[in-house]
């Protein structure tokens, strides 16, 4: 049985930084894709960004790419997400998520954690 633990969540202004972080206890973590989806008010949850097993690989919905970086620490059995340029349609729960593949299918993924809130004020 795995588990994920999201941090680093909060409330900031527009133009602000955040880094969210995973905490992962699920055996064999290194042989993950590793990912982040986020759920706003009235929205279906989305892919916002993956990452290979071994951190060579990554991938960004559009609306962030060049803002956002995922990143992981295989020693530590964390994955983060630094979010810069924050904006008001950034504000969601943001959740960690591991399977076998980086995609934006949620269905491929298999351990999910409870999430963390974004706020962001114009």
């Known amino acids: 049985q795995g588990q994920l633990l999201e941090s680093g969540g909060g409330s900031v202004q527009t133009g602000a930084s955040l880094t969210l972080s995973c905490a992962a206890s699920?055996?064999?973590?290194?042989?993950?894709?590793m990912a982040w989806f986020r759920k706003a008010p009235s929205k279906g949850r989305e892919f916002v960004a993956g990452?290979?097993?071994?951190?060579?690989?990554?991938d960004y919905r559009d609306s962030v790419r060049g803002r956002f970086i995922i990143s992981r620490d295989n020693s530590n059995n964390t994955v983060y997400l630094q979010m810069s340029g924050l904006k008001p349609d950034d504000a969601a729960v943001y959740y960690c998520?591991?399977?076998?593949?980086?995609?934006?299918?949620?269905?491929?993924?298999?351990?999910w954690g409870r999430g963390t809130q974004v706020s962001v004020s114009s």
């Open positions: 998520a591991a399977g076998d593949v980086v995609t934006t299918y949620q269905q491929r993924y298999v351990y």
């Open positions: 699920i055996r064999d973590f290194s042989s993950y894709s």
């Open positions: 990452i290979t097993p071994g951190g060579g690989s990554s």
